[in-house]
């Protein structure tokens, strides 16, 4: 059985951000007219004001600060929060092929590798824009690569779902050298109308090259230890959008066809089941908590990853140990790790050990072992 090695990641993020005091003015514009609209009915108690946003509730909920976002006017704009995405012809990349391929050409970048080398494409990310044809199998085509290509969803944790596909390909032989991308375009689906949402989600992409070992010549990067999925049933982080919704009988909230959670019951719940699962992991690789450097989390809200590190390590985790990205990009969904991941692996020399972690709807869990040739 083949040995798979990561070796190679990349990232694309938009060149616009926006900080919480720019998202506070944007909603707090959109609430006052919501209410003022509605005065009579919020009188009668037949609906409920809505709550002002502020900058302190942001940061003390998810040690969030900042996100970009591929389309801010269209974001910060109160009559539409949400992005402009300009319709494209059949015969153009779409918006998730053309950031996928910056991100990919960097990864192979630090591989040392060229888009023909490719064989196998997973586009794993939150949302995808079309059913199909495959998002993934376009970003094949465009990129130049052989092989095959498909694209998965599992929420928040798939890139992590992802590259365990990529690594049972590696090791059972069906391809030599795996692309996993997220291209994540959260903006389009984060509901910016509401103060516990709005300031949730940032844009971004990653790729992550898996290749198979080369035993004459092997091949430098991170080799994959080991990986472990695990998923859990829970309405608690839902999204119903999707194709049926035409053809549905009634009419739906128009809130259900965005992202939407129950915070408390998601940190309570997720919080030791993430724990537990990376403990279990690590003790059937035969390893421990203390072998850990370093523990590439995914980021979605600050107090969580505080807690899953402490709990897994038996103390609190240092700022090297399990490093953050989401007080400048947000919770990304799936690319979240991943980001963490290429920011914060370079530091590390030969014989490192750490764990890539995701965690979010499902309930999912995904755990990726490295350690650093």
């Not at 586009?123 to 690569?145: D, F, I, K, T, W």
Request: with cysteine; hydrophobic share 40%; glycine share 8%.
């Amino acid at each position: 059985m083949n040995r798979a090695v990561v070796t190679g990641t990349g990232l694309w993020t938009p060149s616009e951000g926006i900080t919480n005091a720019e998202l506070v003015a944007s909603l707090s514009q959109a609430v006052e007219v919501w209410n003022a609209e509605r005065a009579e009915p919020i009188e009668r108690g037949e609906i409920e004001e809505r709550d002002a946003p502020n900058e302190r509730f942001i940061v003390r909920a998810s040690g969030v600060h900042h996100r970009y976002v591929i389309d801010k006017k269209g974001v910060l704009d109160p009559e539409r929060l949400r992005p402009h995405l300009p319709l494209r012809g059949e015969d153009e990349d779409s918006i998730q092929c053309e950031i996928s391929l910056v991100a990919i050409r960097e990864a192979l970048a630090q591989a040392g590798r060229a888009p023909e080398d490719v064989d196998g494409v997973i586009v794993a990310c939150s949302n995808l824009q079309r059913a199909y044809p495959a998002v993934a199998v376009e970003v094949q085509g465009a990129l130049g690569a052989g092989g095959w290509a498909y694209d998965m969803n599992v929420a928040c944790s798939s890139a992590t779902f992802g590259v365990q596909a990529a690594v049972d390909a590696v090791r059972g032989g069906s391809a030599r050298c795996v692309v996993v991308v997220s291209p994540e375009i959260t903006s389009a689906h984060n509901n910016f109308e509401l103060r516990d949402y709005h300031f949730i989600f940032g844009d971004a992409c990653t790729a992550v090259i898996i290749e198979a070992d080369d035993e004459d010549s092997p091949r430098a990067g991170w080799e994959v230890v080991g990986t472990r999925l695990q998923t859990l049933y829970s309405n608690n982080i839902r999204n119903d959008f999707g194709f049926m919704n035409r053809s549905e009988d009634g009419e739906r909230d128009a809130h259900e066809l965005v992202f939407r959670q129950q915070g408390r019951k998601v940190f309570k719940e997720v919080c030791p089941m993430v724990a537990k699962h990376i403990e279990d992991h690590l003790a059937d690789e035969g390893r421990s908590a203390e072998d850990l450097d370093r523990m590439w989390l995914h980021q979605a809200n600050l107090g969580m990853n505080l807690l899953i590190s402490k709990k897994v390590l038996g103390r609190e985790a240092s700022a090297s140990e399990a490093p953050v990205i989401l007080d400048e990009y947000a919770n990304t969904s799936s690319a979240g790790s991943v980001i963490a991941f290429h920011k914060y692996k370079d530091d590390l020399g030969p014989g490192a050990f750490g764990v890539l972690c995701s965690f979010g709807a499902g309930y999912s869990i995904g755990s990726v072992l490295l350690t650093r040739r």
